[in-house]
């Protein structure tokens, strides 16, 4: 079980320093890791482990918050390129012609 909760551990870390970097991919990447890890976790945890997992709790939710801001953030910066495509469609609604006229350069 110790060893369990060191890879706990270490890949809460992990995953936190991925969001901090924006590596979504690598992120991505290590979700068989944790469906992995999860799956081999015993149903209750030995009394020792709690320090261990109380880190983890402790990265996982600074992680959570990240992300949760992240997807604010893309949330605004989507409801701006929303609003800016509905002010350009608007300009595009309204087409001018405009006629040349001959000018006689003969004199």
């Known amino acids: 079980m110790t060893d369990l909760l060191d ?9 936190h320093e991925l969001v901090v970097s924006c590596a ?4 991505a990447a290590l979700d068989a890791a944790r469906r992995d890890l999860v799956a081999r976790m015993p149903a209750a ?7 261990r997992l109380e ?5 996982q939710a600074r992680t ?19 609003h800016g495509r509905t ?3 608007g300009y595009g609604g ?3 012609i405009v006629r040349a006229e001959r000018i006689d350069l003969a004199g």
């Open 7 to 15: 890879e706990l551990l270490a890949l809460t870390e992990r995953e």
């Open 24 to 27: 979504w991919e690598e992120l």
């Open 45 to 51: 945890a030995p009394g020792s482990a709690q320090a």
């Open 55 to 59: 880190r983890a709790v402790e990265i």
């Open 64 to 82: 959570s918050a990240l992300l949760a801001a992240g997807v604010g953030e893309l949330q605004r910066e989507l409801g701006t390129l929303s």
């Open 87 to 89: 002010a350009v469609r």
């Open 94 to 96: 309204t087409t001018t």
